[in-house]
């Protein structure tokens, strides 16, 4: 288990970098018990300036679309599978998380909500989906 939001923290040997992966791991963008992808990145422009000057350099991103840049990367890594949330599938910030851990009220609340996956949406999705061989294979 690799998780994309662990990886920029330290050095080019983080087992979490995509470079770094063997082929038998699942990536994840962040799990459940993570923020959200953009809620992530948000709080390490207060907290952690090195390791969000890496995340942009190493996905040579301007983060105004760091979610899809995140996305990407694990999409783009040999990981053999690829595992996304949908709230950073939306670009959904931090009211989005899932779970936080050791609280005890307020989780697993969060819902999709109707029409929030656009068209636009899909089909970027599909696309990168595409372009990485992220497709089932079907047999003829």
Not at 15 to 41: C, E, K, S
Not at 92 to 119: H, Q, V, Y
Request: net charge negative; hydrophobic share 35%.
């Amino acid at each position: 288990m690799r998780v994309l939001q662990f990886a920029f923290g330290g050095d080019i040997s983080n087992l979490h970098l995509p470079h770094n992966y063997p082929r038998d791991v699942v990536v994840y963008t962040g799990t459940h018990d993570n923020d959200t992808t953009a809620g992530w990145f948000r709080s390490l422009g207060e907290t952690n300036l090195q390791e969000r000057d890496l995340c942009l350099k190493y996905l040579n991103s301007d983060g105004k679309e760091i979610h899809w840049d995140i996305i990407r990367a694990a999409m783009s890594s040999v990981a053999n599978t690829a595992i996304v949330p949908l709230q950073d599938v939306l670009g959904l910030g931090s009211e989005a998380r899932m779970n936080l851990p050791a609280s005890k009220s307020g989780n697993w609340t969060w819902r999709l909500k109707k029409d929030s996956l656009t068209d636009q949406i899909s089909d970027h999705l599909r696309e990168l989906t595409e372009i990485y061989g992220r497709t089932p294979s079907r047999s003829s």
